[in-house]
């Protein structure tokens, strides 16, 4: 007896499945891309301004030590002179207001100052450029003034007295262009410039008891003894 066969059934093709390397993601909303750039701007924004602010901070320091050497510059000058009026007009001709920024801008530059020789000699000079000793403009100056008043004082109480010449109180004052100020100020007298003259003479002779005395003042005011 016959076995009768099936037919077979043909078999179907397996389906590959193919998996994506990088899973899609849903894109970005148009309110998270505004928040992203107001993000990103703000912190450019405060970087720029701390920038700006640090340089602005390093212009003014800049400014204020040019201020601070141009008045201590011609101080120094004005110090190396002795304390004696050559007209007694000079004691009593009143020092200009050094805080009258408007009207020391208007003064003209000033003229050589290389015959000066007493402290005197500086009363109420003012010079817009700065000058050197012969009267050459200082290069890095335009727009700043320069200023200075000699007033004779007591040197007990530093009040003005114009029946003497012993003694005097320089100020010097520089004002720049963007309302830069610096001041600087020493009192002379006629004391100190004997103790100068006798200093330097023991000095030519190899030193001695002055050069001791001052040595031992300097020490006791700098604190170091």
């Known amino acids: 007896m016959m076995r009768k066969v099936q037919p077979t059934q043909p078999m179907r093709p397996m389906r590959r499945t193919t ?15 505004t928040l992203s750039i107001a993000i990103v701007g703000g912190l450019l924004a405060s970087v720029f301004t701390a920038v700006g602010v640090s340089a602005k901070r390093g212009f003014s320091a800049a400014q204020r030590s040019k201020a601070t050497w141009l008045a201590r510059d011609l101080l120094a000058e004005i110090g190396a002179h ?59 100056f ?21 029946s003497s010449d012993t003694a005097a109180l320089v100020t010097v004052v520089a004002l720049g262009p963007n309302g830069e100020r610096a001041t600087a100020s020493v009192l002379r007298s006629q004391v100190t410039d004997s103790l100068r003259g006798m200093t330097e003479a023991e000095g030519n002779s190899g030193g001695g008891v002055i050069d001791s005395i001052v040595d031992g003042i300097s020490s006791l005011l700098s604190g170091t003894r």
Do not use: F, Q
Request: glycine fraction near 8%; aromatic fraction near 6%.
């Open 19 to 33: 998996v994506p390397l990088h899973p899609s993601r849903p894109g970005m909303s148009l309110v998270e891309v």
């Open 82 to 140: 002795p304390c004696e009026a050559d007209a007694g007009n000079i004691l009593t001709t009143a020092p200009i207001d050094l805080g009258d920024v408007e009207e020391l801008a208007k003064a003209a530059m000033g003229g050589d100052r290389s015959a000066y020789d007493s402290v005197y000699d500086y009363s109420n000079w003012v010079s817009n450029p700065p000058v050197d000793m012969a009267g050459n403009a200082l290069t890095g």
């Open 142 to 162: 335009e727009g700043w003034t320069r200023a200075t008043t000699v007033s004779p004082v007591n040197p007990e109480s530093l009040t003005r007295r114009t």
